[in-house]
């Protein structure tokens, strides 16, 4: 029995059904294996899973820093999504931070039974009051859908009345499967009222939007940092580190990069069909797989002098680090890793882990689609379910004034053989035979990961992370970077290389047992009987 | 930091900025964590159960595990019947534990699912149990949570066979596994038979051994919660967190209780081991006597440097109440007391305690929030603020040294496994009190005013 029927023989019969597809272990075999993905999760597993709320409020719109973001519901949402997800923010010059207030309209039991629209028409008076902001955000929760508040019109209304931007987000916990139907909404929402409605233009030759880097630990502001050095300019982070402000010129960009492909990649095809603008999949997670980002975007653009100038940089950057990573791949190396995370960090930081001379033996992602797995080709193969169905899908057609292309169609073939431009070819194809996939992994899958594979390093997220430490494994939240980092780019590969060094070696390990449980506590020799 | 908190007062009456509570289902959470070999399961969305484990965990650095009926949208339109009797059969199949937990959420409440009638459907295994409380978010606080679990576990499994079992049952109140032991501790000094119900030390502070265990050693045992009902007395400890079970523990099972706050300081310690000596029919011991004489000596020896300094101190109800007298038996004056939980009783009992001190100036309010505080604070500055970690953000833009205290701590360690409560609790907080102020004094000194000996 392989590790995988292993994992999958304790299940009862109907709960085996369910599994058994989300569940691979990769073998020699030609092209991708095809997972179950993106459907409901079995009731009482004891999923890692979030909510459409989550998605929306907690990953794409919160980080967003110079709006006022209400979250309309009873105050638990909220406060849940207060300061926990680590987006770092710095007001731009003369601008607000929202990023370390939270704002609730705090329902109660009246406004569920009478309706809770005035109570948040009242929160938007209120905040303009205090804080004169110049956007708004409205994030729904379970109740607000039940009891049909139309926060829409809530936020038409108020835009009318105080002449700011002001969008109401239907995000729901109980919409879809997982927290992705809340980035997809959370997209639609930045495409219909924020994306275009700018008109600053870009100052320098070649402009770029970062798209789904939510700015962890910085890792935004260091993969900022390292563009900016050969001479790109940004035009805006969605939305680590964003605003409002920045995201509404995001359309006058010459390219979009997409980091996490599970929260936005609708923004970039609803970018490329309203205004042409092209997209590449990057990863700045890892030595190697920056470098290699850094190339394709240079390359996209086709100049000699930016191609000289990303090498220069490269060669620079790679200077100042190369001791180190060298120091740590030799305490690390053979070392072997599990990695779940939400959406695409268990592929990105294979690529790091790989530089490092660890191998990630086991991966999988909490809410991620098939695509994420095994490639955007597989799209048009995906079933629509009910659950699905639900989500709105935008239908986006180019813009009459602003869509153009950079690349005539033979150019763009010809491109598309070296880069990857509006494609994503997944996590499964960069995994080796005999490693093992999981889709919405549980907590028992996790007990039984770590007993089949004792890998020597664990990445998750808090709510198994002492679960997984408990065990004896070293474990290290991948969402948070337990509260470090930033990870991306040549800098950051160090901080990564250390940290997980500092938690594999740490002395305490060795403390466990107690001495008296290992060493012999009898000394002399047996006394009286024989003479 | 909050630099767009403005110094001009506003009445606000529909938002909150930066709350000062959170909703019921994880108080729900933890109370039935408190219980031995219980699954806590949370019906709604699967949103819900991962920020609640999610909290328990950054608080106490623990495992807290939850199951969750994972409702989609057809479960919200249909009702969550389905959902959560295939959950408990999930449960119950993959997991084992003997009791599950149900708690309700805002989404499962509005829909208006009858979690009570699922539950005499289901097909539940032999010598298993399934119990509930209803704990609609938008209700109070997730103190109300806390004890609307007891409550459930209280309705479902307590019995009275008759036969008194001359054991004192112990309400412990929304307090740290480091708090429990040392109340554990302090019972045992003082001879009393008892039960504490919920008790989540060795659950949520279990030791590291190399090996994950679902089910700790900790926990009160279903038998326990089962023979509540033949307890001669009940202490229920925390005037807002423990009234309802311990009415209800009245009104049902006409075990009669003795309410008294939560034991943070001299007085509300004195009180607790008064009650139990009564109780007990014993003599307080020595060892007892010895560390309230030590805890006293330590007030007396450090009074110049707390005397007069005042606080703000913000948290749960029961919480805030005990760390603000204790400050006034300091010497100190709790200037803005807060808490987010909706209950008056809180300001009356706060009002109460100006009072007995006869300090003036002092403001306390429930149903407050942390934005209304650092307001007050901007007006009015105060020498130590007391409470949770959202209240670091204040700490810094006004300067303010912050000591941690309450629920939840996400960002210090060790905290969850020293008490607070009893003198042994009280010292502690003396010493992180005193410390945060006398540190503050060597910072803000001239360089020739810096004293090595203080």
């Known amino acids: ?531 | 930091m909050l630099d767009l908190t403005p110094k001009t007062i506003y009445e606000r009456t529909a938002l909150r900025i930066n709350p000062c509570k959170t909703c019921q289902p994880v108080g729900a959470l933890y109370a039935a964590l408190g219980v031995h070999r219980c699954m806590p399961h949370s019906h709604g969305s699967q949103g819900c159960a991962s920020y609640h484990r999610t909290f328990l965990s950054r608080h106490f650095k623990e495992p807290a595990i939850a199951s969750t009926s994972s409702f989609t949208e057809g479960a919200s339109v249909f009702g969550g019947g389905s959902n959560v009797k295939t959950a408990v059969k999930n449960v119950f199949d993959i997991y084992d534990p003997d009791i599950i937990a149900i708690h309700t959420t805002c989404l499962s409440e509005t829909i208006g699912d009858d979690v009570n009638s699922y539950i005499s459907d289901m097909d539940i295994p032999d010598g298993k149990l399934v119990v509930q409380a209803s704990t609609p978010s938008y209700v109070g606080s997730h103190i109300n949570g806390f004890f609307n679990m007891m409550c459930g576990f209280i309705n479902y499994l307590t019995e009275k066979t008759g036969s008194p079992n001359g054991k004192t049952a112990v309400f412990p109140g929304f307090i740290n596994p480091g708090d429990m032991r040392e109340l554990k501790r302090l019972l045992s000094l003082m001879e009393t038979p008892f039960t504490m119900f919920p008790d989540t030390s060795a659950v949520m502070d279990a030791p590291m051994t190399g090996k994950y265990e679902m089910y700790p050693a900790g926990g009160t045992t279903l038998a326990e919660i089962k023979a509540l009902g033949d307890c001669s007395h009940i202490v229920a400890l925390g005037r807002i967190t423990s009234v309802e079970p311990a009415e209800l523990m009245k009104k049902k099972f006409k075990v009669p209780y003795t309410l008294l706050p939560l034991p943070i300081g001299v007085a509300a310690t004195d009180s607790f081991i008064t009650t139990l000596s009564k109780l007990s029919m014993r003599d307080v011991p020595a060892e007892i006597e010895e560390q309230r004489g030590q805890l006293i000596d330590i007030l007396l020896d450090s009074h110049p440097y707390t005397h007069e300094k005042t606080a703000a101190i913000y948290g749960d109800p029961d919480t805030v109440l005990g760390l603000a007298e204790f400050c006034l038996e300091m010497g100190m004056i709790p200037k803005y007391m807060i808490t987010g939980t909706p209950k008056e009783e809180f300001t009356k009992q706060a009002q109460a305690l100006f009072a007995k001190y006869g300090v003036e100036g002092c403001t306390a309010k429930a149903n407050a929030d942390l934005f209304e505080l650092h307001q007050w604070i901007k007006n009015e500055p105060v020498d130590v603020l007391i409470g949770t970690s959202y209240g670091k953000a204040i700490a810094k833009a006004e300067d303010i040294p912050l000591v941690r205290a309450g629920f939840p701590i996400l960002d210090r360690y060790v905290h969850s496994y020293l008490p607070l409560v009893g003198y042994v609790g009280a010292m502690r907080l003396a010493e992180l009190i005193t410390n945060a102020l006398m540190d503050r004094q060597d910072r803000d000194c001239a360089d020739e005013d810096l004293e090595t000996v203080m």
């Open chain 1, 1 to 531: 029995m392989n590790e995988r029927a292993r994992m999958l023989d304790q299940y009862a019969s109907r709960v085996y059904k369910n599994r058994k597809d989300h569940v691979l272990q990769l073998e020699d075999t030609p092209g991708v294996p095809e997972i179950t993905a993106n459907t409901r999760t079995v009731p009482g597993i004891i999923t890692n899973r979030g909510c459409c709320y989550a998605g929306c409020k907690g990953v794409v719109v919160g980080p967003l820093k110079d709006c006022c973001v209400i979250t309309h519901g009873p105050i638990g949402c909220g406060f849940y999504s207060w300061g926990t997800r680590r987006n770092k923010a710095a007001a731009s010059e003369g601008g607000q931070n929202y990023i370390p207030y939270c704002f609730s309209t705090d329902m109660q039991e009246s406004d569920i039974v009478f309706g809770g629209e005035k109570k948040l028409k009242a929160a938007i008076k209120e905040a303009v009051d205090i804080f004169h902001p110049k956007y708004i955000m409205i994030c729904s929760t379970c109740p607000v859908g039940l009891i049909g508040d139309d926060v829409h019109a809530v936020a038409r209304q108020a835009e009318e009345e105080y002449g700011i931007t002001c969008v109401g987000f239907s995000c729901e916990g109980y919409k879809g499967v997982s927290q992705s139907a809340g980035h997809h909404i959370a997209n639609n929402g930045l495409m219909k009222h924020i994306i275009g409605t700018g008109d600053k233009r870009p100052a320098g030759k070649y402009s770029l939007n970062i798209l789904g880097e939510y700015n962890i630990g910085g890792d935004g502001w260091e993969e900022e940092r390292i563009l900016k050095r050969i001479g790109y300019d940004i035009i805006s982070v969605f939305t680590g580190d964003g605003s409002v402000e920045a995201i509404q010129n995001a359309h006058t960009a010459d390219l979009n990069l997409v980091m996490c492909h599970r929260s936005i990649n609708y923004v970039a095809e609803m970018m490329k069909s309203k205004y042409g603008t092209d997209w590449l999949k990057v990863n700045f997670i890892g030595v190697g797989a920056t470098i290699k980002s850094l190339r394709d975007i240079a390359k996209y653009f086709g100049d000699p002098d930016l191609m000289a100038r990303t090498e220069e940089v490269i060669a620079d950057e790679l200077a100042a680090i190369g001791e180190d990573v060298e120091y740590y791949k030799n305490r690390l190396k053979g070392k072997r890793a599990g990695i779940f995370s939400g959406g695409s960090r268990s592929h990105h930081f294979q690529a790091l882990l790989k530089d490092l001379g660890v191998e990630t033996i086991i991966a999988g992602y909490e809410f991620a689609h098939r695509d994420d797995y095994e490639g955007r080709d597989v799209i048009p193969q995906i079933k629509e379910d009910a659950d699905s169905k639900n989500i709105e899908n935008l239908t986006i057609d180019a813009d009459p004034e602003l869509y153009k292309t950079r690349y005539s169609d033979e150019v763009m073939h010809a491109l598309r053989e070296q880069l990857p431009v509006d494609s994503y070819p997944g996590m499964i194809p960069d995994m080796k035979s005999g490693h093992i996939v999981v889709d919405d992994y549980n907590h028992v899958e996790t007990e039984m990961l770590l007993k089949l594979y004792k890998p020597d390093i664990f990445f998750s997220g808090i709510k198994d992370k002492y679960i997984i430490q408990k065990s004896g494994v070293p474990s290290r939240q991948i969402h948070s970077y337990d509260y470090a980092g930033p990870y991306a780019g040549f800098k950051g590969a160090v901080n990564f290389a250390r940290d997980i060094t500092m938690s594999i070696t740490v002395n305490a390990w060795g403390l466990i047992v107690p001495p008296w449980k290992s060493e012999p506590m009898l000394e002399g020799a047996l006394t009286g009987g024989g003479e």
